[in-house]
C-alpha cells in the first residue's frame, strides 16, 4: 500500500465535455507527475479507475489529515 502520507485528494469542480469521466463535486486521488503538472495537468484516477491527465483548473485540492487520507484510500 502506498505511504498515506504521498496521496493527494482534489474534489472535481469542472468536467467539460467528459460527465462521464469525471463527476462534480466528487474526490479523486491524484498520482504524482511532475511533467503534467509543469503543464497545469493533473493525472487523476477517474470513473473508469485509471489514471487520465486533466486539466488543473478542473479541480480544488482537499487537505485531509492521515487518517482520512487512509479511509479514502482503502475505500477506493
Not at 51 to 76: C, G, H, K, T
Request: glycine letters at 2%.
Amino acid at each position: 500500500m502506498v505511504n498515506p502520507e504521498n496521496v493527494a485528494f482534489v474534489v472535481c469542480v469542472r468536467n467539460d465535455e467528459v460527465p462521464a469521466s469525471l463527476e462534480r463535486r466528487k474526490i479523486y486521488q491524484v498520482l504524482p507527475d511532475a511533467d503534467a503538472e509543469k503543464s497545469g495537468m493533473l493525472r487523476v484516477i477517474d470513473e473508469s479507475d485509471e489514471d487520465y491527465l486533466y486539466p488543473s483548473n478542473w479541480f480544488i485540492p482537499v487537505n485531509l489529515d492521515r487518517e482520512q487520507r487512509l479511509a479514502l484510500q482503502m475505500a477506493s
